[in-house]
């Protein structure tokens, strides 16, 4: 059974797994199409030229700046005092220039040749960061006129320029509009992330194929799962049908098995047990009719055998009571007395051998379509002296039987009713139609049956009463046979017993077989 | 999955002109790498990208034993706003109008300190082992791209209370993050030249 079950297993497997295969192939190839609808030259061609674009505009506001502090530096508030000898300039407000849209100024700060600080404005009253000495260092020592220092983290760009004839420093510290500089960053931010892309056109594509493949070893597992437990409900009735066959062989035909399916396993498993039934009810019958025809040979001879020695015995003993001339009144009447015992003896010895020699020979079925109610009625008609009391079923009509053979049964079945009835209580007979059956059921009210002789009580030569022969029901259940239906017994001790004959309504052919 | 170097055999930068020497009680080496700047790494360097250089520097002597081991290590880095390249070791940094200036400073790479002389004593055969890794997408550039890759749908505008994703989208992103390790989507390229070391220096 095992082996089923794995077939099962792989099976489901090679369903999965299969497909996986292909798909694989087609997913790697979608992904890579898909980087690179994303990753191709016109977009990095796009990419870079928005960048220029941006580095355009940002070295022309630069440039602007710069141009904005050149004019500073040429204005009058500048060039009258730049040369003044006070340590600090006063300066204008109106130095620092308006926003303009792209600057927000925020403050000018002018240092002498020894780059200290002489003079400010400053815009709000709130400083800037000034820009560090090193810084200004760096550019006095760099021998260029000016430049401009961006800090673009803090938003501050200072542009710085030397004064005429070098008298010192200016600087002018402005921010941009915040936008333009996160639009810019944003965008640059774009083209790292393309290069990325690019750098890993296939480490990524490569990765969401294991992904894929982890996903789907997932699903693989829930697979072998799935197809263990299915399989296990297909392989476990069959294992169960096959020990019911291996039960059968050994001779067990009282195995059922059980199963609660609805399917064709299940079907299968009923007519399985319908089988086992039919096995058992078939050697069981074997069984009784070869015991009945080992009772029937048996029976056959011991009337063969018992029956001729009987007229001579009577001859004898009738010769013996003729020959006495009659001289001694007492021996004659002593002579009388054994006769009529000799002669009661050997009368039961012919009805004990007329049981025998019946039930070992019984002629063949005259079958003939009867009203049953009328045969029932006239054999009730024989026992006046005892209640009986008839209900019949007006949708029992006529049926097939052995006229003399029914009476048999009923006349049977009535005696031992009666011979039960210690109470003299009323004995019913029924009669009941159902489909194709006619039921038949004689009840008393007698002393009942013991359980233990139940199952006996159709055999032959068992009896539980004295100077029976045991035969009188075993010869009612084979005429009943005979007719292709069952007999069968309920019994309570105490309260009574119950005979309930199913007879066929359709043709009955030889043997007892229904056509 | 290891990273792999995916530039063409032509693009792939070669070390040349080796050369080990003493100075005094340092036993020093200069060598070359022209295309060092060009290509894959000149056009990571221009997107704003960082590179990352790392030069190792082994000893070895028979049986490709290592006897010692130096590193160097650098970050170059292109501002596109300001046109400036810097470049940052443990000594400090330097800065570079253009990316031949830059090129000029690294090539040829000269002194560059391998150990004392005194390293060598005893040794028997042995030579240099250069080997240069170039880093072109770090493990933290490679973090954001992943970032980025699996929350692609967040803005810069969205509110911590909005959420454009809806549930299935962000739980097979989280899912799908799962199996994407970091370190699967650097890229680097490694190059490597060997010269013997000198029987002049060994035997002081």
Not at chain 1, 36 to 51: C, D, F, R, Y
């Amino acid at each position: 059974m095992n082996s089923i079950r794995n077939k099962l297993i792989i099976l489901f497997l090679c369903i999965t797994i299969l497909p996986l295969i292909p798909l694989a192939w087609i997913v790697n190839q979608l992904v890579h199409y898909s980087y690179q609808i994303g990753v191709n030259p016109s977009v990095e061609e796009a990419l870079k030229s928005g960048i220029d674009f941006s580095l355009n505009v940002y070295q022309q506001k630069k440039q602007h700046l710069q141009e904005t502090l050149q004019t500073i530096i040429a204005s009058e508030a500048i060039t009258e005092q730049i040369e003044s000898p006070e340590t600090t300039l006063t300066l204008p407000v109106t130095l620092l220039p308006r926003d303009d849209g792209e600057w927000r100024y925020k403050g000018i700060f002018i240092f002498n040749r020894n780059l200290k600080k002489k003079g400010a404005v400053i815009r709000g009253g709130v400083a800037p960061p000034e820009i560090s000495s090193e810084q200004l260092q760096k550019f006095f020592s760099q021998g260029i006129e000016e430049v401009v220092i961006a800090n673009r983290a803090q938003n501050l760009f200072y542009a710085i320029r030397k004064l005429p004839e070098n008298l010192g420093v200016a600087v002018l510290v402005a921010s941009l509009d915040p936008s333009f500089l996160k639009k810019s960053d944003h965008l640059l931010q774009m083209y790292k992330l393309y290069r990325s892309l690019h750098l890993t056109e296939v480490s990524i594509p490569r990765q969401f194929l294991y992904t894929f493949l982890a996903l789907s070893l997932f699903i693989l597992m829930a697979t072998v799962m799935v197809a263990t437990w299915f399989s296990r409900k297909i392989t476990g009735p069959l294992k169960e049908l096959v020990e019911g066959t291996r039960e059968l062989g050994r001779g067990n035909l009282d195995f059922r098995v059980q199963l609660q399916s609805q399917d064709e396993i299940g079907d299968l498993a009923e007519h399985f047990n319908q089988m086992a039934k039919a096995l058992k009810d078939y050697q069981e019958r074997t069984i009784y009719l070869e015991r009945m025809a080992a009772w029937r040979e048996i029976a056959r001879r011991l009337a063969h055998e018992i029956k001729n020695p009987l007229t001579p015995i009577q001859l004898t003993v009738q010769e013996m009571v003729d020959q006495y001339p009659g001289d001694d009144p007492e021996y004659q009447k002593l002579l009388q007395e054994c006769h009529g015992i000799i002669s009661e003896e050997l009368e039961n010895l012919r009805k004990l051998v007329h049981e025998f020699s019946e039930f070992g020979r019984l002629p063949e079925l005259q079958l003939s379509p009867r009203q049953l109610h009328h045969l029932i009625t006239e054999v009730v008609r024989l026992y006046p002296h005892q209640t009986i009391e008839c209900h019949f079923d007006p949708e029992v009509g006529e049926i097939e039987v052995d006229e003399d053979r029914f009476r048999r049964i009923i006349i049977n079945l009535l005696e031992n009713a009666i011979q039960a009835n210690e109470k003299q209580l009323p004995i019913t007979i029924t009669t009941h139609k159902e489909e194709e059956e006619v039921i038949i059921k004689v009840t008393d009210q007698g002393k009942g049956i013991p359980e233990e002789h139940l199952s006996r009580i159709f055999q032959p030569y068992f009896t539980t009463r004295s100077g029976g022969a045991g035969l009188g029901l075993a010869i009612t259940r084979r005429m009943v046979e005979e007719h292709g239906g069952t007999i069968s017994v309920q019994s309570e001790v105490g309260k009574g017993t119950t005979f309930t004959i199913k007879l066929p309504v359709k043709k009955i052919g030889k043997g007892g077989t229904v056509k | 999955m290891s990273s792999q170097s995916l530039l063409l055999a032509q693009e792939v930068p070669e070390i040349s002109d080796i050369q080990v020497y003493q100075v005094h009680d340092s036993v020093k080496c200069s060598f070359r790498i022209p295309d060092l700047f060009s290509g894959d790494v000149e056009e990571t360097l221009l997107s704003g990208l960082p590179v990352l250089i790392e030069e190792r520097y082994l000893y070895q002597g028979e049986q490709n034993k290592t006897i010692n081991t130096r590193i160097h290590k650098f970050r170059i880095t292109y501002d596109i706003w300001e046109d400036l390249f810097t470049l940052e070791q443990a000594s400090g940094f330097h800065q570079f109008p253009d990316l031949d200036s830059l090129t000029r400073w690294w090539n040829p790479r000269e002194e560059v300190f391998l150990s004392s002389v005194s390293r060598l004593e005893n040794v028997g055969e042995a030579f240099l082992t250069i080997r240069v890794r170039i880093v072109l997408l770090s493990r933290a550039e490679g973090e954001k791209l992943k970032d980025w890759i699996f929350h692609s749908q967040e803005t810069e505008e969205s509110l911590p209370t909005q959420n454009r994703d809806t549930g299935f989208t962000l739980n097979l992103n989280r899912l799908l993050s799962i199996f994407f390790r970091k370190e699967d989507v650097a890229r680097e390229i490694i190059v490597q030249g060997m010269s013997p070391i000198p029987e002049s220096i060994k035997k002081f």
